[in-house]
């Protein structure tokens, strides 16, 4: 297995993981922030990144906590970043 391959592996354990967490507070958070939330899940890049995230946090100590931090929120990140950086 490719590295590549390992981290999409982890990708989509992560977009499950992702789902669940976002699921649970979605009666917390308004519909666009979820939406934000979900877009963090997308194999493909973002067009801006940084301003999702920056966004996000402005949904509050729940939004914030559920989806921008721990390892699945590195693994959607590392995905992003690989495929800006190879062309994909």
């Known amino acids: 297995m490719s590295a590549y ?3 999409a592996h982890l ?3 992560c977009t499950n993981h992702n789902g669940r967490g976002i699921h649970k507070i979605s009666g917390e958070i308004t519909e666009s922030v979820k939406n934000a939330m979900y877009s963090l899940s ?3 890049p973002l067009p ?3 301003a999702t995230i920056s966004f996000i946090r402005t949904g509050g100590p729940k939004a914030e906590g ?3 931090t721990g390892p699945c929120f590195c693994v959607i990140i ?3 970043f690989t495929r ?5």
């Not at 800006?84 to 994909?88: A, N």
Request: aromatic share 8%; net charge negative; charged share 20%.
């Open 5 to 7: 391959d390992h981290l």
């Open 11 to 13: 990708y989509r354990l």
């Open 42 to 44: 997308t194999p493909y």
């Open 48 to 50: 801006d990144l940084q």
């Open 66 to 68: 559920a989806s921008i």
């Open 78 to 80: 590392n995905i992003h």
């Open 84 to 88: 800006s950086m190879d062309g994909r």
